[in-house]
């Protein structure tokens, strides 16, 4: 267990806030390559299991497609190819190019993705739900809308552990997710709607008919077993990522 799991859940959650900020603030292609190799050195130390590269490897596609459009759409001076479709092309011959600027504009948002891929699931991961919930109430966040929150982030790893299952259960009847063209891919993975769907609609159901037998919202204030208490080591970690954080935004804005 690293050091980030015993933080206070109010400073893990505005640790992840203004590091969401600071990525999309910051539009220096290299200050965004930077804080995308810290942002994955920390969750490296932070001992996170690396299912957030998986991830970003499967969306190699989608970055594609943004750098792309932003060369496409996006203004510049510095052409690359002018115009995009040669004259001899009916209604569309020789409009249409694409810039540099729009390369590096889709370039520093596909970054921006992959940070945000790796940071966000930092604090879901390391702090329990009912820590989460403590936290909020503690920051003036009533309980029911704490809840709501909480019970919103512990649904993602369990509907996560489901689609493989039912990935598993797919593959044993034949459908390929991993092989074949992509629009074969689509159709095997629009396969996985109607049973995520199904689950989520009988979790949702034995949800609310488990705090309904509990008297959930009868009263008012709420008692807390581990009641969120700051430290030292918590003031330490914010105090040391600010000084981060306005070290960005000051190169950033130099």
């Known amino acids: 267990m690293s050091f980030f799991y015993v933080l206070d859940a109010r400073i893990k959650l505005l640790f ?147 689609a493989l299952v039912i990935m598993d259960a797919q593959k044993l009847r034949g459908n390929v997710f991993e092989k074949g063209s992509f629009f074969s891919k689509i159709r095997a993975y629009t396969s996985l709607l109607m049973p995520l769907m199904l689950n989520a609609m009988r979790k949702a159901q034995i949800s609310s008919a488990m705090m309904e037998a509990r008297a959930f919202g009868i009263y008012k204030t709420r008692t807390w077993i581990d009641k969120p208490v700051m430290k030292k080591r918590d003031f330490v970690f914010i105090f040391i990522f600010i000084i981060i954080f306005t070290f960005f935004i000051y190169m950033n804005y130099k």
Do not use: W
């Open 16 to 162: 992840i806030l203004l590091l969401t900020v600071l990525v999309f603030m910051i539009d220096k292609l290299f200050l965004a390559v930077i804080l995308l190799v810290l942002s994955a050195v920390f969750r490296f130390f932070v001992k996170i299991p690396l299912r957030g590269f998986k991830l970003i490897k499967n969306l190699t596609l989608l970055a594609a497609i943004i750098i792309s459009m932003q060369m496409i759409f996006a203004h510049g001076e510095t052409y690359i190819l002018k115009p995009l479709f040669p004259s001899f092309f009916p209604f569309v011959g020789g409009l249409g190019s694409l810039t540099m600027e729009g390369f590096f504009l889709g370039v520093l948002l596909t970054i921006r993705l992959a940070a945000l891929v790796i940071i966000l699931p930092i604090f879901t991961e390391t702090t329990p739900a009912y820590k989460i919930t403590a936290a909020l109430c503690a920051m003036g966040i009533r309980y029911r809308a704490a809840f709501v929150i909480t019970t919103a982030f512990s649904l993602i790893p369990v509907f996560r552990d489901e």
